[in-house]
């Protein structure tokens, strides 16, 4: 096996195993929330090894650095306790949870592969952040700018929706 | 998997000076620096038989003091993260290292030698990544310790630390617009030339009126093409680093030391050391990025090979070249490490929401004219060119 594949198994087990222990770590948020960082570190060294280094580097940026932040923000603050969670539910809803996941494995182990198109040849500059700037910035600019206003749009709701409420 | 042996040699040597040599005698620097700004005398007591070689053993005593200390981990505190947060504080600070190029490429002969460890592509957008993995050692160590005031200090750091990097990366975008590249070695050959103070008024019709300054020559240095970038970005790597005048997770007065309250022995000394190492990591970052890098002003790569050349031949100009090109990177980064203390120890320290309005009030704004006014100029050159 070549280095970027021992790379990609083993982070790509990483990600996985660091996400069921996000899953099933009900009795600490914030260990749970820790995992969910090693999930984000692991996707972006599998980015790495798969060539898409913008990818990589905003996820780690973005994911890991910043969203993941605020969740953790919020879990200390909130502090909560195992018996926080109602005890009835938790069986239905790991019952349904392990239903999902195996579904969800069955999809990716199956369907996906076969309705993924053949790449005939990889352009030699394939997720280096000039390509995709130029993808965003020249060949998508229209919709591009479109997402960015929704998104302007989504936070000048947020903060009108949380300044109704203090006042 | 040929070429293991360099890359490990290159990172031994930039491990060995940043983080070995660099970061002890900071400290040392910090303190003798602190007591000439404050009048006293300022550390020299730490001695062997009576010598104490103006006080440089300080670093010694210290590193012997926070070894033999009690290890503590305080009741009620979630043990294994207290442990751990230490380290994630510290190891990406270390690891940003290695895409900091601190000589450029020489050849001798069939070899090639490129002294940075990893010459990434995306170089800067990996220092930006692997720095924010640093917040989740400061966060983690506040809530791990079961303090609240180290947890008021985790919570205004994980704030500021997300603040400033929003306005980090903003800052420095208008310096990837003038070099058109993130890859740090490309920025420090493209700063290995000058450029002519008023060459682009030629483009617009003033090419007698000028005289002797149309000779007038600056190393294109990114300081001197981006000086409003320099100022932001340096203010935004120090509040990252959290040193004062930025330091209000510690905020010593307030909330005695913020997230690192509960921690002793060699585990406080990580937090302390990474410090220390962050200021000599801004140092080098600032110097690729604004100072040339490795380079030699008005003194290009060429001109030192082919001038020197003649007289010892090319094997022996391109060595010269080499280690001047690694001294004079040094040197500034010595020079970016003096300018940062001497920051820290002039500037009080500001209160919170001022720290927070400076960011988004202030910094972001300005950097986002500064990309703007960048573009703007970029486009009338090129088509004052056309």
Same mark, same amino acid.
């Given at each position: 096996?070549?280095?970027?594949?021992?790379?990609?198994?083993?982070?790509?087990? /990483?990600?996985?195993?660091?996400?069921?222990?996000?899953?099933?770590?009900?009795?600490?948020?914030? &260990?749970?929330?820790?995992?969910?960082?090693?999930?984000?570190?692991?996707?972006?060294?599998?980015?790495?090894?798969?060539?898409?280094?913008?990818? /990589?580097?905003?996820?780690?940026?973005?994911?890991?650095?910043?969203?993941?932040?605020?969740?953790?923000?919020?879990?200390? $603050?909130?502090?909560? +306790?195992?018996?926080?969670?109602?005890?009835?539910?938790? +069986?239905?809803?790991?019952?349904?949870?392990?239903?999902?996941?195996?579904? /969800? &494995?069955?999809?990716?182990?199956?369907?996906?592969?076969?309705?993924?198109?053949?790449?005939?040849?990889?352009?030699?500059?394939?997720?280096?952040?000039?390509?995709?700037?130029?993808? $965003?910035?020249?060949?998508?600019?229209?919709?591009?700018?479109?997402?960015?206003?929704?998104? $302007?749009? &989504?936070?000048?709701?947020?903060?009108?929706?949380?300044? +109704?409420? $203090?006042? | 998997?040929?070429? =293991?042996?360099?890359?490990?040699?290159?990172?031994?040597?930039?491990?060995?000076? @940043?983080?070995?040599?660099?970061?002890?005698?900071?400290?040392?620097?910090?303190?003798?620096?602190?007591?000439?700004?404050?009048?006293?005398?300022?550390?020299?007591?730490?001695?062997?038989?009576?010598?104490?070689?103006? @006080?440089?053993?300080?670093?010694?005593?210290?590193?012997?003091?926070?070894?033999?200390?009690?290890?503590?981990?305080?009741?009620?505190?979630?043990?294994?993260?207290?442990?751990? %947060?230490? =380290?994630?504080?510290?190891?990406?600070?270390?690891?940003? *290292?290695?895409?900091?190029?601190?000589?450029?490429?020489?050849?001798?002969?069939?070899?090639?030698?490129?002294?940075?460890?990893?010459?990434?592509?995306?170089?800067?957008?990996?220092?930006?990544?692997?720095?924010?993995?640093?917040?989740?050692?400061?966060?983690?160590?506040?809530? %791990?310790?079961?303090?609240?005031?180290?947890?008021?200090?985790?919570?205004?750091?994980?704030?500021?630390?997300?603040?400033?990097?929003?306005?980090?990366?903003?800052?420095?975008?208008? =310096?990837?617009?003038?070099?058109?590249?993130?890859?740090?070695?490309?920025?420090?050959?493209?700063?290995?030339?000058?450029?002519?103070?008023?060459?682009?008024?030629?483009?617009?019709?003033?090419?007698?009126?000028?005289?002797?300054?149309?000779?007038?020559?600056?190393?294109?240095?990114?300081?001197?093409?981006?000086?409003?970038?320099?100022?932001?970005?340096?203010?935004?790597?120090?509040?990252?680093?959290?040193?004062?005048?930025?330091?209000?997770?510690?905020?010593?007065?307030?909330?005695?030391?913020?997230? *690192?309250?509960?921690?002793?022995?060699?585990?406080?000394? =990580?937090?302390?050391?990474?410090?220390?190492?962050?200021?000599?990591?801004?140092?080098?970052?600032?110097?690729?990025?604004?100072?040339?890098?490795?380079?030699?002003?008005?003194?290009?790569?060429?001109?030192?090979?082919?001038?020197?050349?003649?007289?010892? @031949?090319?094997?022996?100009?391109?060595?010269?070249?080499?280690?001047?090109?690694?001294?004079?990177?040094?040197?500034?980064?010595?020079?970016?490490?003096?300018?940062?203390?001497?920051?820290?120890?002039?500037?009080?320290?500001?209160?919170?929401?001022?720290?927070?309005?400076?960011?988004?009030?202030?910094?972001?704004?300005?950097?986002?004219?500064?990309?703007?006014?960048?573009?703007?100029?970029?486009?009338?050159?090129?088509?004052?060119?056309?």
């Amino acid at each position: 096996m070549s280095a970027p594949a021992v790379f990609f198994y083993a982070f790509g087990a /990483a990600a996985v195993i660091s996400a069921l222990a996000m899953v099933l770590n009900v009795r600490n948020t914030v &260990a749970a929330a820790m995992s969910l960082v090693v999930t984000m570190i692991s996707l972006a060294v599998v980015y790495v090894v798969l060539d898409a280094h913008l990818v /990589a580097a905003l996820q780690i940026m973005v994911y890991a650095g910043a969203i993941v932040v605020v969740f953790l923000f919020v879990v200390m $603050l909130l502090n909560l +306790r195992h018996d926080a969670f109602a005890q009835r539910r938790e +069986r239905l809803v790991k019952g349904a949870g392990v239903v999902l996941a195996l579904g /969800a &494995a069955f999809a990716f182990l199956n369907l996906v592969p076969k309705s993924l198109p053949t790449v005939q040849q990889i352009p030699a500059d394939f997720g280096s952040y000039a390509a995709v700037g130029r993808a $965003l910035y020249r060949d998508f600019v229209l919709p591009f700018e479109i997402s960015s206003l929704l998104l $302007l749009a &989504a936070i000048v709701g947020a903060v009108v929706l949380a300044k +109704r409420r $203090l006042s | 998997m040929e070429a =293991l042996l360099p890359v490990l040699i290159k990172t031994l040597f930039i491990i060995l000076v @940043g983080v070995a040599a660099f970061a002890p005698v900071i400290t040392w620097v910090e303190r003798k620096q602190s007591a000439v700004m404050q009048d006293r005398i300022g550390a020299n007591r730490a001695d062997i038989a009576g010598i104490t070689v103006l @006080g440089l053993l300080h670093p010694v005593a210290d590193v012997i003091k926070l070894l033999t200390k009690e290890d503590v981990v305080p009741t009620g505190a979630n043990r294994a993260l207290h442990l751990m %947060a230490p =380290l994630i504080a510290s190891i990406p600070v270390i690891a940003s *290292f290695g895409v900091i190029p601190y000589g450029g490429t020489y050849h001798f002969g069939d070899t090639t030698v490129n002294l940075v460890v990893a010459d990434l592509d995306w170089g800067v957008l990996y220092i930006f990544a692997i720095a924010s993995i640093a917040t989740y050692g400061t966060v983690i160590a506040g809530w %791990a310790s079961n303090n609240n005031w180290s947890l008021l200090g985790s919570l205004r750091a994980s704030a500021q630390m997300i603040s400033y990097e929003v306005t980090m990366g903003l800052s420095i975008v208008g =310096l990837f617009m003038c070099f058109q590249t993130l890859r740090l070695t490309d920025m420090g050959v493209a700063q290995d030339s000058t450029f002519r103070v008023f060459g682009f008024l030629e483009h617009f019709g003033f090419v007698e009126s000028l005289g002797w300054l149309s000779h007038l020559t600056l190393p294109s240095w990114g300081i001197l093409l981006q000086p409003l970038a320099f100022v932001l970005f340096l203010t935004c790597v120090m509040a990252e680093n959290k040193r004062p005048p930025f330091d209000l997770p510690e905020g010593e007065s307030e909330i005695i030391a913020g997230y *690192f309250l509960e921690y002793s022995g060699m585990r406080f000394g =990580l937090f302390y050391m990474s410090e220390f190492i962050e200021v000599v990591v801004i140092g080098a970052l600032m110097t690729a990025l604004f100072l040339g890098g490795w380079t030699i002003p008005w003194l290009s790569q060429a001109d030192i090979i082919g001038g020197v050349t003649p007289i010892f @031949g090319v094997g022996v100009a391109t060595g010269l070249c080499m280690v001047l090109h690694v001294v004079a990177f040094f040197v500034k980064v010595i020079i970016m490490i003096w300018l940062q203390m001497q920051i820290r120890w002039t500037l009080p320290r500001p209160r919170y929401d001022q720290v927070m309005d400076l960011c988004w009030k202030v910094m972001l704004p300005l950097s986002l004219a500064n990309i703007l006014v960048t573009g703007l100029v970029i486009l009338l050159i090129q088509g004052a060119k056309a």
